[in-house]
Nanobody
Framework: QVQLVESGGGLVQAGGSLRLSCAAS????????MAWFRQAPGKERDFVAGVNWDASKTVYTDSVKVRFTISRDNAKNMVYLQMNSLKPEDTAVYYC?????????????????WGQGTQVTVSS
């Protein structure tokens, strides 16, 4: 059974940092692109950051460039999202996602496996 389990969310003040982790199990993801999405109340689920299969390429949505860093450890089947200089508008449920193909895309329909999400709340 394939599982993606996120952790590391929480409440933080504006300007603070959080590190999200995603533990993958049930299959190897070393040949898969991985990504983080987020969904704020009443809004669609949006792409935040992605990393290709060997971490040679990363992609970010414009609003998080410079502030967020996605990384992966294939030996541990883990993906991370380091979030710095957090803003209230970063408040959302953050989801880890994986796809069967090796390259990054930004569409939710392109990803085959999803975690249950972790809440990130940034207070002003």
């Amino acid at each position: 059974q394939v599982q993606l389990v996120e952790s590391g969310g929480g409440l933080v003040q504006a300007g603070g940092s959080l590190r999200l982790s995603c533990a993958a199990s049930g299959r190897t993801f070393s040949d898969s692109a991985m990504a983080w999405f987020r969904q704020a109340p009443g809004k669609e689920r949006d792409f935040v950051a992605g990393v290709n299969w060997d971490a040679s390429k990363t992609v970010y949505t414009d609003s998080v460039k410079v502030r967020f860093t996605i990384s992966r450890d294939n030996a541990k089947n883990m993906v991370y999202l380091q979030m710095n200089s957090l803003k209230p508008e970063d408040t959302a449920v953050y989801y880890c996602a994986a796809r069967r193909l090796y390259y990054i895309t930004k569409g939710t329909n392109d990803y085959d496996f999803w975690g249950q999400g972790t809440q990130v709340t940034v207070s002003s």
